[in-house]
């Protein structure tokens, strides 16, 4: 129905910058809010930051100051600015997306297959 799918993980220094894409496609009526999840090894998935449809974001206390998310509601993509990162924040990252099909019907959430950054000390 729906498909999310990610670039732009990858290995970094410590201190450096990764920009992470997500791109929705398939059967889509409207998008409501978008996110930014990640999961470390042995941790649970966590909120990194989330956009409304209308442009409000939230973040993570841990990269506020340091990350960026955006969308451009045209193209159906959301973005993750990544600046200053650290170690801890290495993990496999996920793209979110609620998601409505059709005019009526709730929206119903989709996952993108994750992408791994990685932050070298």
């Known amino acids: 129905q729906v498909q999310l799918v990610e670039s732009g993980g990858g290995l970094v220094q410590a201190g450096g910058s990764l920009r992470l894409s997500c791109a929705a496609s398939?059967?889509?009526?409207?998008?409501?809010?978008m996110g930014w999840y990640r999961q470390a090894p042995g941790k649970q998935r966590e909120l990194v930051a989330r956009?409304?449809?209308?442009?409000?974001?939230n973040y993570a206390d841990s990269v506020k100051g340091r990350f960026t998310i955006s969308r451009d509601n045209g193209k159906n993509t959301e973005y993750l600015q990544m600046n200053r990162l650290k170690p801890e924040d290495t993990a496999v990252y996920y793209c979110?997306?609620?998601?409505?099909?059709?005019?009526?019907?709730?929206?119903?959430?989709?996952w993108g297959q994750g992408t791994q950054v990685t932050v070298s000390s």
């Open positions: 979110s997306a609620e998601v409505l099909t059709s005019w009526h019907g709730a929206p119903n959430d989709f």
């Open positions: 398939g059967r889509i009526f409207r998008i409501n809010a």
């Open positions: 956009i409304s449809s209308g442009g409000v974001t």
